[in-house]
């Protein structure tokens, strides 16, 4: 049974979009009108249609629902204004140095695994230390543009090598699930279903579980490595008050090791990627 929360219909009129998003948000007509300080009858004119919403009424409304920037430009459009927030690539000079500083946070990680991911978890860049733990993945799941939660949980991925696979799987779809009532995203929506379709692979093939309770506190990622069972948590970052779609839309995830046989494996995984970098130079 589908349990994902409705993507937002974009090409309804600016009312309905409107009450799409303040149902969204839980927020009754009054609740919204407070926060806008407008009054609930202008709001329902709004929402009936029976009122056009100015430019400014509509970014005040949009930020008062939590929009992201990309459903607040959907909303002017649909009013009939023209798009406030920029959607540049990443390779747009005047993001240059936004991803340097991507890139350098990245590296700054190792020997701990640390990438960036857009809006739909497609791997932007990563640093050494998460490339070597891919390991021997389907090739198929390594073509651009890859998708980080399809590479974990496909059964041609991270999946035989996930010790805890289970409990792994039901928080990334508890954290994609998240994301959908936030975005309204169907992109996002379609994945939480795909996640979930896959199978859980043979225990017999992986190690078994580690014996370390973070319950509570953080769900771990237990991934069966050459140094053997690497205990991980993760944290995100994002860019404070962007302005573009783009940059709104990035994400930094960096793991850490849990306990110190982690941290001492992630360093013996380091030396062996820089004596062979050496070899072979």
């Not at 300080?37 to 709004?46: A, C, G, K, Q, V």
């Not at 692979?201 to 190690?207: E, G, W």
């Not at 991980?232 to 008050?241: A, P, R």
């Amino acid at each position: 049974m589908r349990t994902t929360t409705a993507p937002v219909n974009s090409t309804l009129p600016v009312g309905d979009y409107l009450r799409e998003w303040r149902q969204r948000r839980r927020m009754s007509q009054m609740d919204l009108a407070l926060e806008a300080e407008i009054s609930t009858r202008h709001l329902s004119f709004l929402e009936t249609g029976r009122s056009q919403p100015s430019r400014e009424m509509v970014l005040l409304l949009a930020e008062k629902l939590d929009m992201p920037l990309r459903e607040r430009n959907i909303m002017l459009v649909s009013a009939g204004y023209a798009p406030v927030y920029s959607e540049r690539s990443l390779d747009d000079p005047a993001l240059a140095g936004m991803r340097q500083a991507v890139d350098l946070v990245l590296k700054g990680h190792d020997p701990y695994p640390a990438l960036a991911v857009d809006r739909h978890w497609s791997l932007v860049s990563a640093n050494d230390a998460l490339v070597s733990l891919i390991g021997d993945v389907d090739p198929a799941l390594m073509k651009p543009p890859v998708n980080v939660l399809r590479l974990s949980i496909h059964p041609a991925g991270l999946a035989r090598r996930i010790v805890n696979f289970t409990e792994w799987r039901s928080h990334l779809v508890h954290r994609l699930q998240r994301q959908v009532d936030a975005t309204g995203d169907a992109v996002l929506a379609s994945f939480v279903d795909e996640l979930r379709a896959y199978p859980t692979p043979d225990a017999a093939a992986r190690a078994p579980k580690e014996s370390h309770d973070y319950a509570g506190i953080v769900v771990p990622l237990q991934l069966l490595t050459e140094e053997g069972v690497l205990t991980l948590f993760s944290t995100i970052t994002i860019f404070g008050t962007p302005v573009d779609v783009t940059l709104s839309e990035l994400a930094i995830e960096a793991f850490f090791p849990a306990d110190a046989e982690t941290a001492d494996a992630l360093r013996r995984l380091a030396d062996k990627r820089q004596a062979a970098a050496g070899a072979a130079g």
